[in-house]
């Protein structure tokens, strides 16, 4: 079965650091997402992505963070320089498109920041 | 604003136990509801969803149903197993850019 691929699974940084989580979305699907969950806390919708470009963010998605489709394959969440409260498990999902409105997601990113 | 509460966890039931996951909502227009489970160390993975009042949403074993009436879409299970010890999440979408609003999220640990 297709799936949402994502590296790492875990990264430790300082704080102030770049940090790129990466993605990789099922092929066929068009609209891309980054979710994140701190610990404890609700899963939260950071970003949406169609057609190279930013359909929707939060408030949470300031200027620190970026996302990009640099090729045909990967979709990255960029954070420019990291913040305590910015450790988090990151999750990326796709979605096919076409009135499908089932995110298929992938097995998440865990950030922590020191 | 759209919101999701979920009854608080852990819950810890005995194989073969029937599960009850409460799940209420508060949204503008019409939501489609979904069931999210996360196995220790894995992704978010849909379980079942149902995208109009009175669907019911089933896979593997488990079932919902969309009640408009008392804005609930309650997680249910007569049987549960070890292995559905996971933590469970309710979630809604009602745009068309299925962003989804999420629950807190509910552990549930099947003893054998």
């Known amino acids: 079965e297709p799936e949402v691929t994502q590296t790492p699974s875990h990264q430790v940084t300082q704080m102030g650091q770049e940090v790129i989580l990466r993605c990789v979305p099922i092929s066929n699907h068009l609209y891309f997402y980054w979710y994140r969950q701190i610990l404890g806390q609700k899963v939260e919708f950071l970003v949406s992505?169609?057609?190279?470009?930013?359909?929707?963010k939060s408030e949470i998605f300031d200027d620190q963070f970026s996302v990009e489709r640099p090729d045909g394959s990967n979709f990255t969440l960029k954070i420019r320089s990291t913040k305590l409260e910015d450790s988090a498990m990151y999750f990326c999902?796709?979605?096919?498109?076409?009135?499908?409105?089932?995110?298929?997601f992938g097995a998440g990113s865990r950030l922590t920041v020191l | 604003g759209d919101s999701v509460t979920q009854m608080e966890g852990p819950v810890t039931l005995s194989e073969e136990a029937f599960l009850t996951i409460n799940c209420t909502y508060t949204?503008?227009?019409?939501?489609?509801l979904f069931w999210y489970v996360q196995y220790p160390g894995e992704g978010l993975q849909l379980l079942l969803k149902a995208t109009k009042a009175d669907d019911k949403g089933s896979n593997k074993g488990f079932e919902a149903t969309y009640r408009k009436e008392t804005t609930s879409f309650h997680l249910e299970k007569g049987s549960v197993q070890v292995s559905d010890s996971a933590v469970y999440f309710c979630a809604l979408s009602t745009d068309s850019n299925y962003q989804l609003i999420w629950g807190a999220g509910t552990k549930l640990i099947i003893k054998p």
């Open positions: 992505f169609y057609n190279n470009e930013i359909s929707e």
């Open positions: 949204a503008t227009g019409y939501p489609s």
């Open positions: 999902a796709s979605r096919q498109g076409s009135g499908a409105n089932v995110l298929t």
